[in-house]
C-alpha cells in the first residue's frame, strides 16, 4: 500500500479543541485562520468535564507549501513534559523550526536543544520574538499549563493560533493510518513495543511515545516516511478525542485521574466517545479480561464470553486477554531465564507460537498480546502475518521495555535496586507481582510517594492493600503536582492504613535516602530489592542510592 501524502498540519482545514475551565485550558481553540469565523458545538457535560469539540470550519483556506516564504515556526508551551517534548522532537525531525518553554529545565528539553531546539526556562513572550520581528506559525500546549500563561497571553494578542496538544495530535496524523493506543494503564509500554516491533520489522512507521524508550534512537518518537503512525493515546487532558484512528487499542479501563473524573463511569463514558471516532472499517482491540473495557461496546457481566457478544457493525472487534474466551489469548506462563516470562500463543484457541518475553509481570504478558493482536490487525493477508511471526517474536523478546518500568538501577553486594512508575493501586500490584516472579524469596522494600492529593483521598483504600506483596513500606509525603491540598491528607494517613507488610511515614525523600544507606550499610550482603514507585521526583533516590552504596561498600 503506497502511503498517504502528508501534508503541513498547519494547513489542514481548522478542527481544534478548547478544553473546559475544569481542565485549565479554555477558549483558545477558538481561533482565526486566515481571519475566517469558526463554527463550533459545544458537547461539554459539567459532571464529565468533556471538551467543547469545534466540528467544522466555514470557508477555511489550506495555505499550500508553495505559498510558504519560510520554515514553519511552531513553539511548544510546557515543552518538557512527556508529551510535549514528543511532538517537539517530531517537529524538528519533520524539519519545522522549533521553539519551547517550561518551567523548569529537564533531560527532555537536553535532547531537544541538542537537536537543535530553542528551548527556554521560564514563560516569557520574548520566546515568541526573533530580531527580525517574525512570530512563531503556532503555538501548541499543554495541559499542565494555565491560561493566564504570559505566552499564550501574547500570542492571542498577536493573533497566533493556539493549539491545545489534542487539536495538534488531530492535525498531524490526520494524513495516516493511525494506530491509537489507549487505556488506564499499560499503555506507554504497549505503545513502546509496538511501535519498536513494527520498526524492526522494517515497517517505516511514525511513532509518539509518552515514555523514554532506551531503544528508540529519539527515545519517546520514531520519524518515518510510512503510512503508519503508533500514538500512546492519552485520556487525562481528553486529548485523544482529537485523533480518528484506523485502530484503536484499549488496554483496560480503571479510574485513575480522579481529578478529571468523578468516577469509572465517568472513564467509561469519554472511552466510549474516543471509540465512536474509529473510521468505519477499522479495527477495535480490546481487553477482554477488563469488564470496563467490555462495557465500552456491550454491557456484559463476568461470565460472559466476549468473542461471541462484542459487536459493532462499524468496525471489527478483536479481544485479547488470559481468559481462552478471548480471540487471542496465552496458555502455560512461566517464568523464563531472562527475567521475563514465556507462553503458547493461541488465537481462537489455535496455537500460533512460543511467545518469550525479558520483561516481567502478567500485565506485560496482555501488554504483549495487544501488540500481537495489533499488528495481526495490520495485515490483510493472514497467510503474510503467519510468514512474519519469527520476525515478530524475534523483536519482541528483543524490546527491554520502558523507562521508569521496573527499571534497574544498579546492585551493590545484596541490594538490589528498582525503580518504576507506578502511581495508582492497580499498577503497584501489578509492579509488585512482576519484583516477586524475579526475587520471589528476596525481602522487598517498597519505597512509595503518593501522587496528588486528589488521588490519595479518592483512592485511599485501595491503596492500602496494594501492597501484600512487599516486606517493608516506606510511604512518603504526597507529591502535590498540580494541586493544592483541599482534602487535608498527608502520606502519615496511607502509611497508617496499610494492610499487611510493615509500614512507616519518612516523610523526605533525603530522609529516605539517609536510612536506607544506614540499614543495608549494616547488613550489606543480605538479599534485598529496593523499589521506589511514583510519578514524582521519588526517581531521584535509587539513583541517588546507588552510588552512596557503592562508595560505602566496594
Not at 483556506?61 to 519560510?70: N, P
Not at 531503544?215 to 518518537?221: F, H, K, M
Not at 520514531?222 to 492519552?234: K, P, Q, R, Y
Request: aromatic letters at 8%.
Amino acid at each position: 500500500m503506497e502511503p498517504p501524502a502528508v501534508k503541513s498540519p498547519l494547513n489542514y482545514p481548522a478542527k481544534c479543541f478548547s478544553y473546559s475551565p475544569a481542565i485549565m485550558l479554555t477558549n483558545r481553540g477558538q481561533m482565526l485562520l486566515r481571519r475566517r469565523k469558526l463554527n463550533y458545538v459545544r458537547t461539554a457535560s459539567l459532571a464529565l468535564k468533556f471538551p467543547a469539540v469545534i466540528k467544522e470550519c466555514e470557508n477555511c483556506e489550506a495555505i499550500d507549501a508553495s505559498e510558504r516564504k519560510k520554515k514553519e515556526w511552531i513553539h511548544f508551551v510546557g515543552v518538557g513534559g512527556c508529551g510535549l517534548s514528543a511532538l517537539a522532537m517530531l517537529a524538528l525531525k519533520q524539519g519545522y523550526e522549533v521553539s519551547g518553554s517550561d518551567i523548569m529545565w529537564n533531560k527532555a528539553m537536553d535532547a531537544l536543544r541538542e537537536a537543535g531546539a530553542r528551548v527556554y526556562t521560564g514563560h516569557s513572550e520574548l520566546s515568541l520574538r526573533k530580531h527580525n520581528g517574525s512570530m512563531p506559525d503556532a503555538l501548541v500546549v499543554s495541559s499542565a499549563i494555565c491560561e493566564d500563561n504570559v505566552e499564550i497571553l501574547y500570542a492571542e494578542s498577536v493573533g497566533v493560533p493556539v493549539y491545545e496538544r489534542g487539536a495538534w495530535l488531530g492535525r498531524i496524523t490526520e494524513s495516516y493510518n493511525l494506530i491509537a493506543v489507549s487505556g488506564s494503564h499499560g499503555k506507554s509500554t504497549t505503545a513502546s513495543m509496538l511501535a519498536y516491533v513494527l520498526n524492526a520489522m522494517g515497517n517505516d512507521l511514525t511513532a509518539v511515545i509518552g515514555a523514554w524508550v532506551p531503544q528508540l534512537a529519539e527515545r519517546n518518537i520514531i520519524c518515518g516516511t510510512g503510512g503508519n503512525f503508533v500514538l500512546e493515546a492519552d485520556e487525562y487532558d481528553c486529548c485523544f478525542l482529537g485523533v480518528t484512528p484506523r485502530i484503536a487499542v484499549v488496554t483496560n479501563i480503571d479510574w485513575e485521574h480522579v481529578d478529571i473524573f468523578q468516577d469509572e463511569e465517568a472513564v467509561k463514558t469519554i472511552f466510549r466517545k474516543f471509540i465512536g471516532q474509529i473510521k468505519v472499517g477499522g479495527h477495535l482491540i480490546l481487553c477482554g479480561d477488563s469488564l470496563g473495557a467490555c462495557s465500552l461496546v456491550n454491557k456484559m457481566d463476568s461470565d460472559s464470553d466476549p468473542s461471541s457478544i462484542l459487536r459493532n457493525d462499524a468496525f471489527q472487534i478483536s479481544t485479547y486477554g488470559i481468559s481462552s474466551c478471548n480471540d487471542w489469548h496465552p496458555l502455560s506462563i512461566s517464568p523464563n531465564c531472562c527475567g521475563g516470562s514465556d507462553y503458547k500463543l493461541f488465537h481462537k484457541r489455535h496455537h500460533i507460537a512460543d511467545i518469550s518475553l525479558q520483561i516481567p509481570g502478567v500485565h506485560n504478558v496482555l501488554n504483549s498480546l495487544a501488540v500481537i493482536a495489533t499488528i495481526h490487525a495490520l495485515f490483510a493477508d493472514q497467510k503474510k502475518f503467519l510468514s512474519s511471526m519469527a520476525y515478530l517474536k524475534l523483536h519482541m523478546q528483543i524490546f527491554r521495555g520502558v523507562s521508569r518500568r521496573f527499571e534497574k538501577i544498579g546492585t551493590v553486594r545484596g541490594c538490589h535496586i528498582y525503580d518504576d512508575y507506578a502511581h495508582h493501586p492497580t499498577e503497584i500490584q501489578a509492579v509488585l507481582q512482576a519484583a516477586r516472579q524475579i526475587f520471589p524469596f528476596q525481602e522487598l522494600i517498597v519505597i512509595f510517594q503518593p501522587h496528588t492529593y486528589s488521588r490519595l483521598a479518592a483512592l485511599k483504600d485501595d491503596f492500602a492493600t496494594a501492597f501484600t506483596n512487599a516486606n517493608r513500606v516506606v510511604i512518603t509525603e504526597i507529591y502535590a503536582a498540580r494541586e493544592r491540598n483541599l482534602w487535608k491528607i498527608s502520606g502519615r494517613d496511607l502509611a497508617m492504613s496499610i494492610v499487611g507488610p510493615p509500614s512507616e511515614f519518612i516523610p523526605t525523600l533525603i530522609q529516605v535516602l539517609e536510612k536506607l544507606v544506614d540499614q543495608i550499610s549494616k547488613d550489606p550482603d543480605h538479599e534485598t530489592v529496593i523499589l521506589t514507585l511514583g510519578a514524582g521526583d521519588i526517581t531521584s533516590v535509587g539513583h541517588k542510592l546507588l552510588p552512596e552504596l557503592q562508595q560505602r561498600l566496594l
